[in-house]
């Protein structure tokens, strides 16, 4: 584990911050009537790296004065080593250019952050153990919990892009078809069950167009962000037979809006979980690809205080990212910069480490307290939503900031 790495700006020292030097993860921010520009955040600021590489600071073709990290990662993993050293250099204690990078900050409180990149595709898994496991027992009994595919692939399906909205972006109930009990006809009207499923999202640096080797998956993957994908349980119920998740996912997934570079979280990998069946060659692990990563799930009633309603660690899955991507490329399937991979819902063993509310709710049977003295089973609408994840180090943390949305009512 390595150490705190210094930074003359000093709230980059504090044990409490997100955004340590260790961290330098990536966004896109923009202050008030201006354009949305690439940064990076540092203790309580962002640095502008378009006004850096305007002074001639930083030398990356203009890449980082365009809208988002597509451009950036598309230049490949040298590029991205060397902006990490060059900006590392920068903001170390006793870089020799700080007064020159320091106008180049701006207060985090002063900027807005947008998407950080353009979601090329969007794809989601179901490779939690514990997750597929509480839902598989809540609707196919203990005996069929786990699909006889599960422990041999990690099962996805193809989302949609088009809905991938960053923190902040308020949440609309979505309409469907709901089905009511036994032989009732379906109905069309806003979901009664809507719901969260926490994730970390895998975000694809590099393009390829075939197959791809485990250790290739990992070092396409260019950073991580928290990922909400919010599912809409009685829409899903109705509808995922015999297909699986259509417009139960289709309303929005949010994201955390600072990618965590992949060589921030290199000192926290760690191991999947012992395997009950070999995986077949194409797919077994090279080495720890996962990462200790706490996650925690924030629920605030409207104008209410929030309630941590569940706390786990990235480290329960059963699959990493880069063995999704190889089974993702294993078809020969394209693979492009800016696809994004949700890693399914990340529950751990016990009853507080499960990341969703159908599971904190068994299914709505044990709705859950909240510290307001209010019970949830599922969302209601004010409610918001969040995130939160960090990395654990000596006296710092690589956080990801929230990923937050609060749920408003369904349109008439
Ligand atoms: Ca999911």
């Not at 297909?243 to 570079?261: C, D």
């Not at 921030?264 to 191991?271: D, I, K, N, Q, S």
Request: include cysteine; proline fraction near 7%; hydrophobic fraction near 40%.
């Amino acid at each position: 584990m390595s150490n705190l790495h210094r930074s003359w700006v000093e709230s980059a020292n504090r044990a409490e911050t997100d955004f340590p030097l260790n961290n330098l993860p990536y966004g896109m921010v923009s202050r008030p009537g201006e354009a949305p520009r690439c940064g990076v955040a540092i203790g309580d600021q962002v640095l502008d790296l378009a006004g850096l590489e305007a002074q001639g600071l930083l030398s990356f073709g203009g890449v980082l004065g365009t809208a988002g990290w597509n451009a950036f990662m598309a230049l490949g993993p040298e590029a991205w080593q060397r902006l990490r050293a060059e900006l590392t250099a920068l903001l170390s204690e006793g870089a020799a250019q700080r007064e020159t990078v320091a106008p180049h900050l701006i207060p985090l409180s002063d900027v807005a952050l947008h998407m950080p990149f353009a979601v090329t595709e969007y794809t989601d898994f179901y490779a939690g153990r514990h997750h597929a496991t509480n839902v598989g027992t809540m609707f196919r009994g203990a005996e069929n919990a786990l699909p006889p595919n599960w422990l041999h692939i990690p099962i996805g399906y193809n989302g949609r892009a088009s809905s991938v909205v960053v923190s902040g972006t308020e949440i609309t109930r979505p309409h469907g078809q709901l089905k009511g009990p036994q032989d009732a006809a379906p109905r069309f009207g806003p979901s009664q069950r809507f719901d969260i499923e926490l994730e970390m999202g895998a975000i694809v640096g590099q393009p390829s167009t075939g197959p791809l080797s485990v250790d290739e998956a990992f070092a396409n993957i260019f950073g991580y962000v928290l990922l909400n994908d919010w599912s809409a349980r009685d829409i899903q119920a109705w509808e995922y037979q015999p297909l699986g998740p259509f417009q139960a996912k289709a309303t929005a997934t949010t994201i955390s809006p600072w990618i965590v570079t992949a060589a921030a979280l290199e000192p926290f990998r760690a191991a999947t979980p012992a395997r009950e069946v070999a995986l077949l060659p194409h797919l077994q692990d090279t080495g720890p690809m996962l990462y200790d990563i706490d996650l925690q799930v924030g629920l605030a009633p409207d104008g209410g205080a929030e309630t941590i309603i569940a706390r786990t660690n990235y480290k329960e899955m059963y699959y990493s990212a880069a063995q999704q991507l190889a089974h993702h490329a294993s078809s020969g399937c394209p693979m492009r910069v800016g696809d994004l991979l949700g890693s399914g819902t990340i529950s751990g063993p016990a009853r507080e480490n499960r990341g969703s509310l159908l599971e904190l709710s068994w299914g709505g049977k044990e709705p859950f307290q909240l510290d307001t003295g209010e019970t949830r089973s599922f969302i209601a609408d004010g409610d918001t939503l969040s995130l939160y994840g960090a990395a654990l180090g000596e006296g710092y943390r690589i956080g990801f900031g929230p990923c937050t949305g609060r749920v408003g009512p369904a349109r008439a």
